[in-house]
Nanobody
Framework: VQLQASGGGLVQSGGSLRLSCAAPARIFSSVGMGWYRQAPGKQRELVAVITLGGMTNVADSVQGRFTISRDNARNTVYLQMNNLELEDTAVYYC??????????????????WGRGTLVTVSS
C-alpha cells in the first residue's frame, strides 16, 4: 500500500508546517509509522518515528523542532515542523515500519513508497 503524504509547501526560514499521512486501518493499527525525507542529491533519511503505543523519536538534525504524533481515530500520522531551516528542504514521505527500534531510530519500512510532499524552505 502506498501512503500519500500531504501538507507540504513553500515556507520562509523559521516558519512552520504540519504534514499529514492517512493509512488504511489494517496497517495503521498494526505497525509503527515513520516520516522520511529526501533532499536533492541525497539519500532518503529517517526523520521521525512513532510506535503503536505512541513512543516517539526524531533524528538529531530535527530534535526540538519536529514532533511526530498519531491520531488513531483518524488513522493518521502527523509531522509538526517548527523553526524550519533551509536544510529541511526535501520531499517528505511517510511509511509503515515493518520493524522499528525506537531507541536507536532504526527500522525497516514497507517496500512501497507513495507520493511524497515537497517542503521548500526559503531564506
Amino acid at each position: 500500500v502506498q501512503l500519500q503524504a500531504s501538507g507540504g509547501g513553500l515556507v520562509q526560514s523559521g516558519g512552520s508546517l504540519r504534514l499529514s499521512c492517512a493509512a488504511p486501518a489494517r496497517i495503521f493499527s498494526s505497525v509503527g509509522m515513520g516520516w522520511y525525507r529526501q533532499a536533492p542529491g541525497k539519500q532518503r533519511e529517517l526523520v521521525a518515528v512513532i510506535t503503536l503505543g505512541g513512543m516517539t523519536n526524531v533524528a538529531d538534525s530535527v530534535q526540538g523542532r519536529f514532533t511526530i504524533s498519531r491520531d488513531n481515530a483518524r488513522n493518521t500520522v502527523y509531522l509538526q515542523m517548527n523553526n524550519l531551516e533551509l536544510e529541511d528542504t526535501a520531499v517528505y514521505y511517510c511509511n509503515g515500519m515493518k520493524r522499528l527500534y525506537i531507541g536507536t531510530m532504526r527500522g525497516s519500512p514497507f517496500d512501497a513508497w507513495g507520493r511524497g510532499t515537497l517542503v521548500t524552505v526559503s531564506s
